[in-house]
């Protein structure tokens, strides 16, 4: 794989200097391959490092949850800065650029399995370990192939290129380097379903406390997503009933829904991404300064430029009943004409530091009943439906047919909206992008993000999405 080029493998060795408290080094300025992973506490320092990878600009700590809104129909640029104005745009090549990022992340987690099968650690350890690994190589899979990609339930032919490069060996050394090429979708996805399911099963009698770390409950969470990407609905199902009966993560009541997303820790997350202070993004990058002028809810002028704001489609949907619009703001100074969203919003008590809920309770009832009415079953379809209408207060329906599965994307774009999803949902689905300045087709090259152009001049097994 051309990432995994010989600065990518110095880039990896340095990367395990943060672990210096933990691991003796000689030299002090490096660490050598061989040595850095032979003890339980180097591999669980390296183990959170490849967790603090998602606190990148270019995960979670803003692309992955801002730029699906940016680039679609839920967001309107606010023209109070020139960040993402790009993305807001859909230029060539303003898109989600997360594949460097996850490489540098896969390579260290597959390092660290190499070191657990060359080693002898204690077996509850060991499988405590690879449970974690699997389930964040399941994620960033996940996110390089529907960033990358087109998904099975929706796909170009004549521009297909195929999944993303999989690699299964961690490399240490430049000698190990395999320049891969891109593995068939299918691929992809079988090599994201083995790791999550090896992630439930290890951690399955392991008694995880916090969503900050991996558990079974959210392994199976994850998988009900990339399931639902795969139009493999029966495992859907399957997969919500055990992320739901391992009890990790509480569904919100309509009294409590406000008040969850001003937690540090969202009552309802079965896995986030956790910020500390010394991990704030700042003032100018944050999902805060993206989505917000406000600091707080007692905020009375702007505290930065609050770029992403509700498109009028958008706000159109939310009836006036509706609990959800409670977190919708009015913004400030050069943004008093239009409204903001508040579901990221210092919630730590820290300016600009917010952890971000990856997968939440209410996406499961959202994947289910997608499932449920995609398989005919609609009396359960509309079960799953009526608990995300009825907590935010609004009346209970019985829908078939198209009708039913319109509502059920219509409530996901309400209650996933701003956390990362609505243009891959819009990519799974084949559906052009609508926005003010005129249509984005399904079909147009902009649809998937450019593999960058280094890769690419590389590794001459590596092929460009099309249009770039």
Request: hydrophobic share 40%.
């Amino acid at each position: 794989m051309k990432t995994l080029n010989k600065y990518l493998i110095l880039f990896l060795m340095i990367s395990f200097t943060a672990c210096e408290s933990l691991v003796e080094t000689n030299p002090q300025q490096s660490i050598d391959a061989d040595e850095a992973l032979t003890s339980p506490e180097a591999v669980r320092a390296a183990t959170n490092s490849v967790f603090s990878r998602l606190r990148a600009i270019s995960q979670y700590g803003r692309d992955l949850i801002a730029i699906p809104e940016v680039l679609t129909d839920n967001s309107m640029q606010a023209g109070t800065g020139i960040r993402l104005t790009g993305e807001a745009n859909n230029q060539p090549g303003a898109h989600i650029n997360n594949w460097q990022s996850s490489y540098y992340a896969i390579n260290e987690a597959n390092l660290i399995l190499r070191a657990l099968e060359e080693n002898s650690f204690n077996v509850d350890f060991k499988n405590e370990i690879e449970g974690q690994i699997r389930f964040l190589l399941g994620l960033y899979y996940h996110n390089l192939v529907r960033t990358y990609a087109y998904d099975p339930t929706a796909v170009i032919e004549e521009n297909n290129r195929g999944g993303v490069p999989i690699l299964k060996f961690g490399i240490r050394n430049t000698n190990e380097i395999v320049l891969e090429a891109r593995a068939p979708i299918n691929e992809v996805y079988e090599y994201i379903y083995e790791n999550l399911e090896k992630s439930y099963s290890l951690l399955e009698n392991v008694n995880t406390q916090t969503p900050h770390y991996a558990s079974h409950g959210a392994a199976a969470a994850l998988l009900s997503r990339v399931a639902l990407y795969n139009g493999d609905y029966q495992k859907v199902v399957l997969e919500v009933e055990k992320a739901l009966d391992s009890g990790i993560g509480t569904f919100q009541s309509n009294q409590n829904y406000f008040s969850s997303w001003r937690q540090e820790i969202h009552p309802e997350s079965i896995f986030e991404v956790v910020f500390m202070t010394n991990e704030n993004v700042g003032q100018n990058e944050s999902l805060r300064a993206t989505f917000t002028t406000r600091f707080n809810d007692q905020t009375t002028t702007a505290t930065s430029h609050g770029l992403a704001v509700f498109s009028e489609d958008l706000l159109t949907l939310f009836a006036e009943e509706d609990v959800r619009r409670s977190l919708i703001y009015r913004g400030l100074g050069m943004n008093s004409g239009v409204f903001e969203t508040t579901k990221f919003f210092s919630r730590s008590g820290i300016n600009n530091l917010d952890n971000v809920p990856v997968i939440r309770v209410s996406e499961l009832y959202l994947n289910r009943a997608e499932a449920y009415a995609r398989l005919g079953n609609i009396d359960l379809a509309n079960e799953d439906l009526n608990v995300i209408r009825q907590r935010a207060g609004l009346e209970a329906v019985e829908l078939q047919g198209e009708a039913l599965i319109e509502e059920i994307l219509t409530q996901r774009r309400i209650e996933l909206a701003f956390e990362g999803h609505r243009s891959f949902d819009l990519k799974r689905l084949g559906r052009d992008i609508v926005k003010e300045f005129g249509i984005i087709p399904f079909d147009d090259f902009r649809t998937l993000a450019r593999i960058p152009i280094r890769e690419v001049d590389i590794n001459n097994n590596l092929l460009q999405n099309p249009g770039y």
